[in-house]
């Protein structure tokens, strides 16, 4: 299955007529936060495929507040996967939305609030150990984990607990936003465990087979 993921940046490639000539094979969007609703609604409908997204934490301003011109702000047509386990196709997908705490606005939170999200998740991912013997393909964030492509501030430090939740569900793939890339040679992909973990900061297209 071919999935369009994006995050915390309207790129004019991807917002502009001819998206479905463009990426024909594209099944899946997935969103990692930090864009606005419009944008979001564009890619889906002019690839008319399912869309799962997480918020991030400039969500007032960049997604709730922001709309296209001549436009109000409206609300994204995919499912907010925040907190959430799906299927998709055979895809198992969860998502985790928002950053590290750092001046108490919106979907910041802090290690300990992140890892009771994360344990509120963990009686569905042993289901789905159970009933597929693996309990996650893709985990979607906004954070990536800690010192995987994080940064040294607050703001951009990753999360210990999404350590600890690859460590005992080893998902295929956790891909992430926040953290901007402003250099060619910046590490984007590192593998932990078994996962892949992915900076789509801007956008990528990722080949993944179903199991």
């Given amino acids: 299955m071919q999935i369009l993921t994006v995050s915390d940046t309207v790129l004019e490639t991807i917002y502009r007529l001819g998206l479905k000539e463009r990426f024909p094979h594209v099944e899946l969007v997935l969103s990692c936060g930090d864009l606005p609703f419009y944008y979001l609604d564009f890619i889906a409908s002019s690839l008319n495929v399912p869309l799962y997204y997480v918020l991030g934490n400039h969500t007032e301003e960049a997604t709730l507040g922001e709309a296209a011109p001549g436009h109000e ?8 996967l925040d907190g959430q386990v799906t299927s998709y196709c055979g895809l198992l997908i969860a998502g985790l939305e928002g950053s590290m705490w750092y001046n108490g606005e919106p979907h910041q939170y802090t290690e300990g609030e992140m890892r009771a999200k994360i344990l509120r998740l963990e009686p569905r991912l042993w289901l789905n150990r159970l ?3 693996r309990a996650l393909d ?4 906004h954070a990536p984990p800690y010192r995987i492509h994080d940064g040294e501030d607050q703001c951009h430090r990753g999360f ?3 350590l600890g ?3 005992r569900h080893a998902p295929r793939y956790l891909i ?6 402003y250099y060619p040679q910046e590490t984007t992909i590192t ?3 078994q996962t892949t973990v992915i900076n789509t ?3 990528r297209l990722l080949d993944i087979e179903i199991p």
Avoid: C, E, V, W
């Fill in 73 to 80: 702000p409206g609300i994204a047509m995919g499912i907010n």
């Fill in 131 to 133: 009933r597929y013997g």
């Fill in 138 to 141: 893709i985990l979607i964030t």
């Fill in 160 to 162: 210990r607990s999404f």
């Fill in 165 to 167: 939740l690859m460590d």
């Fill in 176 to 181: 992430h936003g926040h953290k901007h890339i």
């Fill in 191 to 193: 593998t932990y465990q």
């Fill in 201 to 203: 900061a801007g956008y």
